[in-house]
């Protein structure tokens, strides 16, 4: 693929938000845009599918960056915060090699929907499949205790639904931290009865998506962000001049990210 035109740029206090899909067949991912880390990371998933969602989504976030970077896919250069020294990525991933300031970006992909987002600051993005009751149940024991209470006192169906969006608030918060779920998931406070009692210097929030999926990001620092999302349709995602037909989409949907933890200013 040739060297692109970098078209575009993310503002200070916004985010854009790309919704990937999976492509048709498994001869529709060009892995040879993939870099070795990322092509053994997608051999060691043991199920078909999770190799290709995998293979996949990160195909489309190349894609995706390429835009912003003027860089083509197959050459850009990802790499961790951190590193042990054997070739393995820790911390958060950034873009290497980029004139000026490199976009920040977060990747999540889950049963078939990947989403990509990038922004000018830190920023994480989770999207899960809604979960079931089950795993609802076993999974309320390792929440902070004030989410424990809240998801408690819910009957059942909220309960279920409730957790969806609390988990990738969660998971978001951890990645724009670098630290994953190494990191406790009962020590920070995520929940919505208490929107001061969340983390300090962050944004978080859930995303408008789809009836079998629940999404969410976090953005470093306060204020309102204005969010575009992009549902990138697969004939664009895969095809040899992908770079160019998403770089021309416009924004499916504007939303705001409210700072809801912000204090109320003074009447007067």
Excluded at 17 to 45: C, H, N, Q
Excluded at 106 to 132: F, K, N, T, Y
Excluded at 188 to 194: N, S, T, V, W
């Amino acid at each position: 693929m040739p060297q692109t035109v970098n078209t575009f740029v993310v503002g200070q206090g916004e985010l854009d938000v790309w919704l990937l899909p999976p492509p048709d067949t498994p001869r529709d991912i060009p892995i040879g845009e993939l870099d070795a880390y990322e092509k053994g990371r997608a051999d060691a998933y043991r199920r078909s599918d999770d190799r290709r969602m995998y293979a996949a989504a990160h195909v489309g976030l190349r894609r995706v960056l390429a835009v912003y970077t003027g860089i083509a896919p197959r050459r850009i250069v990802l790499a961790g915060e951190r590193y042990d020294g054997e070739g393995r990525r820790y911390g958060r991933p950034k873009v290497l090699g980029v004139p000026g300031i490199a976009p920040e970006f977060s990747l999540s992909h889950s049963h078939g929907l990947a989403i990509v987002a990038v922004a000018e600051v830190r920023v994480g993005v989770d999207v899960q499949r809604l979960p079931s009751a089950e795993t609802t149940a076993a999974c309320l024991p390792a929440l902070h205790p004030a989410e424990q209470a809240e998801l408690g006192g819910l009957p059942e169906p909220e309960r279920t639904a409730a957790f969806g969006r609390l988990w990738t608030r969660k998971e978001a918060y951890l990645k724009g931290l670098g630290t994953g779920l190494t990191r406790g998931a009962d020590l920070d406070y995520l929940g919505e009865a208490g929107f001061a009692e969340r983390p300090a210097g962050w944004v978080v929030g859930n995303l408008p998506l789809c009836h079998s999926h629940v999404a969410a990001v976090a953005l470093a620092g306060s204020g309102d962000r204005r969010i575009s999302m992009r549902a990138v349709p697969p004939e664009y995602l895969y095809a040899a001049d992908a770079v160019e037909r998403i770089g021309a989409m416009e924004p499916a949907l504007r939303t705001v990210l409210r700072d809801r933890g912000r204090p109320e200013p003074h009447a007067g």
